[in-house]
Every structure is written in C-alpha cells, then in structure tokens.
C-alpha cells in the first residue's frame, strides 16, 4: 500500500504563495489518480484538486480553481499543489490523497488512502 507524506504547509499572508509536496514510498504513484485534499476545523474534509496517471486531465473544486495547481512527478513519486493567491478561508490541514486505481472521477470519489496532513494557515 505505502506510505504518502506531505511537506511545505506554514503560515502565509493572504495573497501569499505555498508549493505543497507529497513523496510516496512502497507502491508507485505512476499507476493511481491522485490528489490533495483539505479540513478545515469543524469542516468535513473535502476535494481540492485531482490528476490522472499520465497528468494529462486535472480537476479543481470551484474554490480553488485559477488559484492553485496540482501536478506529478511519477518518476520522482512526488505530488505537488501549488498555491497561489491563498485566502483566508484555505486555511485547513492539507492531506495527499492516492485513489483505489487509475480512474479519476467527478466529485473526489475514488480516493481511499492518505498521508498525515500538512497545516496550511492564512491571515488576514
């Protein structure tokens, strides 16, 4: 199964940037869609960004969208989600997520495994 551990969270000014990294040991990224997800306290936890096997297909919550970027690295076994413009309200712990298969579908379904989170904290 392996092991998802994610790095790069901290505090930033709204408006600020943050590069979340993933690295994944055990079994290869290269096979399974991906993606981050997000909780914020008192929150459930959802769906920020996904990406298939070949990185060729990306979808973003509409939260998120034009704002932050998810790619991969399959020879690296890296995830990253590049944050841009954050606000407030991104304020969450951040969680690399790995699906059951390949299949990347709408609404986040399909994820089943994830790493221990990474803060990410946004003031005003």
């Known amino acids: 199964q392996g092991q998802l551990v994610e790095s790069g969270g901290g505090s930033v000014e709204a408006g600020g940037s943050l590069r979340l990294s993933c690295i994944a040991s055990?079994?290869?990224?290269?096979?399974?869609?991906m993606g981050w997800f997000r909780q914020a306290p008192g929150k459930e936890r959802e769906g920020v960004a996904q990406?298939?096997?070949?990185?060729?297909?990306?979808n973003y919550a509409d939260s998120v969208k034009g704002r932050f970027t998810i790619s991969r690295d399959n020879a690296k076994g890296t995830l990253y989600l590049q944050m841009n413009n954050v606000k407030p309200e991104d304020t969450a712990m951040y969680y690399c997520a790995r699906a059951y298969n390949a299949l990347c579908v709408e609404n986040f379904r399909t994820f089943g495994y994830y790493g221990q989170g990474t803060q990410v904290t946004v003031s005003s």
């Open positions: 990406i298939s096997t070949d990185a060729a297909t990306t």
């Open positions: 055990g079994d290869s990224i290269s096979n399974y869609c």
